[in-house]
C-alpha cells in the first residue's frame, strides 16, 4: 500500500503550486488549503480536539484557508469528521478518493 507521504513530494509538473507541511504554514494565509491526516494517535488527539472543542495547535492550519479547506482522512476517521461538521453547521462535501494499492 502507498505511503500517504509519497503523495506530498514535489512533482516537476507541479511546480507552480505552492506547498507546506503544517509547521512551515504557521503565520501563513492561503487561497486554498488541503490537509492530509494520517492514521495514528496523533491523528486521535486532533479529531478529539475538534470533537470536545478543545485548543490543539494542527488545528489551526485550517484557519489558514481563505476560501476552499480540503480535508484528507483515512476511511474510518470519515463517520467522526462528518459528525463534528454536521453538528457545527459547517457546509462541507464528502468525497471519496480512495487510493488503491499499486
Known sequence: MPKW????RP????ATIAWAMIHEAKGSEY???CVVVPPGEYTEQLIA???????????RVMTRAEKILAIAVPAQLVARLSGILQTNRVPFELHD???EPA
Request: net charge negative; glycine share 4%.
Open 5 to 8: 507521504s509519497q503523495f506530498l
Open 97 to 99: 478518493l480512495s487510493i
Open 49 to 59: 480536539a475538534w470533537e470536545n472543542r478543545t485548543e490543539f495547535e494542527p488545528k
Open 11 to 14: 512533482r516537476a509538473d507541479l
Open 31 to 33: 487561497g486554498a488549503v
